[in-house]
Nanobody, 119 residues
Framework: QVQLVESGGGLVQAGGSLRLSCAASGSIFSINAMGWYRQAPGKQRDLVARITSGVGTNYADSVKGRFTISRDNAKNTVYLQMNSLKPEDTAVYYC?????????????WGQGTQVTVSS
């Protein structure tokens, strides 16, 4: 089992910045990938950014050049630095990790943190 605790959401004006953090605990040795998804009201949950061990990072086209994902292995924490925020970035942001055990992938989710960008 892996537990994820998010922090860092809030209200910011368009053009501003926020940094989200997600701390993992539990069976962290099995984590293969960590990332962030977001879900706006009435919409599906979509990938924002992900960092995969041995592979690298990938981003949604809508956030490329504005958001940066990073991981501190010593702290078992993944960060999402969000710059030049737009009202359309408003959503609940969820931390996700994929843990591998005996070739089977397990998904874990944080509780979500609200990000609201005002125009």
């Amino acid at each position: 089992q892996v537990q994820l605790v998010e922090s860092g959401g809030g209200l910011v004006q368009a053009g501003g910045s926020l940094r989200l953090s997600c701390a993992a605990s539990g069976s962290i040795f099995s984590i293969n990938a960590m990332g962030w998804y977001r879900q706006a009201p009435g919409k599906q949950r979509d990938l924002v950014a992900r960092i995969t061990s041995g592979v690298g990072t990938n981003y949604a086209d809508s956030v490329k050049g504005r958001f940066t994902i990073s991981r501190d292995n010593a702290k078992n924490t993944v960060y999402l630095q969000m710059n030049s925020l737009k009202p359309e970035d408003t959503a609940v942001y969820y931390c996700n990790c994929v843990a591998l055990r005996v070739g089977v992938a397990y998904n874990y989710w944080g509780q979500g943190t609200q990000v609201t960008v005002s125009s």
